[in-house]
């Protein structure tokens, strides 16, 4: 079972950043935060992830709560094409792992 | 960066059919893949891991002789989908991670594999 809780759908205005909560309460010590999104009939993309510490790249931003319960993706400027179901992943950081995919946030951009 | 590659990325077959769907790694060699398998308005499930030289590891409710894979190199999956019926029309989605990358790098996913059985 997915150890995540994400809002079932959101809206964002064209241009706005769009904020993405997720609740992982029950996160260990090892697991780390990923953030993937998948636009329809297109298999996921990874945007970003992080331990504890918050992390930017090209894509978003991920801000990680102090203790680690819970996380927040930032798009800063959102665009039409990031119209997507976005996945809150927790998952140990191995190769041998495989992600568990919650429901994610269907998240509508509008012009 | 890692790219995770799919064909076909759209099959139409008559029930009973079976089909082949390969996963491959395009710059990397992976020991692990992943097979998942999505229904309209789901989310992924995993269905297998795919260990290279070794036998698949299905979880639960998965048949193991009905979705046969294979991972015969360290950069190609198949998973064989036999005797399909309609029931098994879904997308099916692969994932690697690449190793080569550090102890710190995600899972990257092929683009899916749309399987519709008439």
């Known amino acids: 079972d997915a150890k995540t809780t994400q809002p079932t759908s959101m809206d964002c205005a064209e241009g706005r950043a769009a904020n993405l909560p997720c609740n992982h309460s029950?996160?260990?010590?090892?697991?780390?935060v990923y953030w993937y999104r998948q636009i329809h009939s297109q298999g996921p993309q990874y945007i970003i992830h992080g331990l504890k510490n918050n992390e930017t790249n090209e894509m978003a931003s991920l801000i990680i709560t102090e203790d680690r319960k819970s996380s927040t993706l930032i798009l800063p400027h959102a665009t039409l094409r990031d119209t997507a179901v976005y996945y809150c992943?927790?998952?140990?950081?191995?190769?041998?792992?495989?992600?568990?995919f919650g429901k994610g946030t269907r998240l509508s951009v509008i012009a | 960066g890692a790219v995770v590659s799919q064909h076909p990325s759209w099959v139409i077959c008559k029930s009973g059919t079976s089909v082949k769907i390969e996963c491959r790694s395009l710059?990397?060699?992976?020991?692990?893949m992943f097979w998942y398998r999505q229904f309209p308005k789901q989310s992924l499930m995993l269905m297998a891991t795919s260990n290279e030289g070794s036998k698949a590891t299905y979880e639960q409710g998965v048949e193991k002789d009905k979705f046969l894979i294979n991972h015969a190199s360290l950069t190609l999956s198949t998973l064989t989908v036999t005797s399909a019926h309609p029931e098994d029309s879904s997308f099916y989605i692969c994932?690697?991670?690449?190793?080569?990358?550090?102890?710190?790098?995600?899972?990257?996913f092929g683009d899916g594999t749309r399987l519709s059985i008439l």
């Open positions: 710059d990397f060699q992976a020991t692990t």
């Open positions: 029950t996160i260990s010590g090892n697991e780390y």
């Open positions: 994932s690697a991670r690449d190793p080569g990358q550090g102890p710190n790098q995600p899972q990257h």
């Open positions: 992943i927790v998952s140990p950081n191995s190769g041998n792992t495989p992600l568990v």
